[in-house]
């Protein structure tokens, strides 16, 4: 009688985590987040690249779960994500907010794979203007 192979249990992938760092004093001086607008993410082993620019290219597949979070520069300045436009066929972030706390988080899930970068926005709210400022160079996911 011969042994069955042992099947190894796949570990669920890790989150990615999408980071933007925002020069709010800068923003707000230039009414525009170029040059003020930093963004990192978790999966650089995986093939992401341009980090700590405006360009960040994600590299994403299908089923991952991604989650975007901002960082303000400065230390009282205020920032936060007002929302995330992009191709809902791939992704539809949704603002959580952590239990017991008022940090916001965007999370959303890749729905399918894509040949091709899929540019997305994202909206600020920063210090207490009322209107948001949106990026002006789009970061992507990838491929």
Not at 82 to 99: A, L, Q, S
Not at 108 to 132: C, H, S
Request: aromatic letters at 8%; a neutral charge; charged letters at 20%.
């Amino acid at each position: 009688m011969t042994a069955k192979p042992r099947v190894q249990p796949t570990a669920p992938k890790r989150p990615i985590s999408i980071t933007a760092v925002v020069d709010c004093v800068g923003a707000l001086a230039s009414d525009s987040m170029q040059g003020n607008l930093y963004f990192y993410d978790t999966n650089k082993a995986g093939g992401s690249a341009g980090f700590g620019t405006e360009a960040l290219r994600t590299k994403v597949s299908r089923g991952d779960q991604l989650l975007w979070g901002v960082l303000a520069l400065e230390c009282e300045a205020f920032v936060a994500i007002e929302g995330i436009e992009i191709d809902r066929d791939i992704c539809e972030p949704v603002r959580k907010v952590y239990p017991g706390t008022d940090v916001a988080y965007w999370i959303g899930t890749v729905k399918k794979d894509t040949a091709q970068p899929i540019p997305y926005l994202i909206r600020f709210q920063v210090g207490t203007r009322v209107e948001p400022i949106t990026t002006t160079t789009p970061p992507m996911l990838v491929g």
